[in-house]
């Protein structure tokens, strides 16, 4: 079976896109990721370039040892079957033996696109799921960015927000919502080498993201976007979408002067 022609690329194009449709996704930044699974990797080994070259991440994490993982994000090849003018950038992942270091056994789309990305994916797989079919989503939903913008970092006053907003949203967060502050201060243009400093800002935010997804499904990144980490690709949908559409109706509440 060809990669494009598998299930695990449908449903994570679809996300993607799905995402996009709703204008969760800005210039850069937003991308979804899938722990592949035995079974999904053998359906398609046959495209796999298993002579590809290791590429050092910024982050270890063995208990990633090995694993395979699916990378969607914005790029050039829109896999086919999908409307609109969103374009996606697809590939697979493996990771060395020491969860240092990945390679591309397979893309489509911008060669080598993921850096910064890639490091949030893989800590919030390592921290949060329970392995293989495991989901992760980042992406910037706007009515969500406002809502967590008026709040700040006061986790417990932003669910009790969005509860005003629609009840049911304890039910698709038990464990909470995470806040932590963007952590990149300087821009990083692209094709621009990360200084030192902007490297230590971006560990020190990544090691705040992974106490708090260890624990929570999703983490709001204050005037950027959300990481969502589920079971799979209709969790993450589902839990988001259910974020957005909360702070939407008490965004209008606010609006209106409700307290």
């Known amino acids: 079976m060809r990669v494009l022609e598998s299930a695990a690329a449908r449903n994570l194009t679809r996300t993607f896109m799905d995402g996009f449709r709703l204008n969760w996704l800005g210039v850069a930044g937003d991308s979804v990721s ?9 359906a398609v080994q046959t495209e796999l370039d298993l002579n590809a070259a290791f590429q050092p991440l910024d982050i270890e994490e063995p208990r990633l040892a090995r694993e395979c993982f699916m990378f969607c994000c914005h790029g050039e090849i829109l896999p086919g079957g999908f409307e609109g003018h969103q374009k996606v950038s697809l590939m697979i992942l493996q990771m060395n033996d020491k969860g240092s270091a990945y390679r591309v056994l397979w893309e489509n ?14 800590t919030a797989h390592a921290a949060h799921s329970v392995g293989p079919g495991n989901v992760v989503f980042h992406c910037q939903p706007m009515k969500t960015i406002a ?3 008026i709040v700040g970092n006061d986790e417990e006053r932003f669910l009790e927000e969005l509860r005003k907003g629609y009840a049911a949203i304890i039910n698709m967060l038990p464990d909470g919502i995470g806040i932590v502050p963007w952590g990149m201060k300087t ?27 260890e624990h929570q499904e999703a983490v709001i990144f204050l005037g950027e976007g959300v990481l969502c980490a589920s ?12 974020m957005e559409r909360a702070s939407e109706i008490r965004l209008l509440m606010m609006s209106a002067g409700a307290r």
């Open 231 to 242: 079971h799979s690709e209709q969790s993450v949908f589902g839990i988001i979408n259910s």
């Open 187 to 213: 821009p990083q243009r692209r094709g621009m080498v990360m200084t030192s400093e902007m490297i230590g800002h971006m560990r020190e935010f990544i090691a705040d993201v992974r106490g708090h997804i």
């Open 34 to 42: 899938r722990w592949l699974t035995g079974r999904e990797l053998m």
């Open 147 to 149: 809502l967590s913008s």
């Open 109 to 122: 789309g911008e060669p080598n696109r993921p850096p910064f990305e890639l490091n949030l994916h893989l």
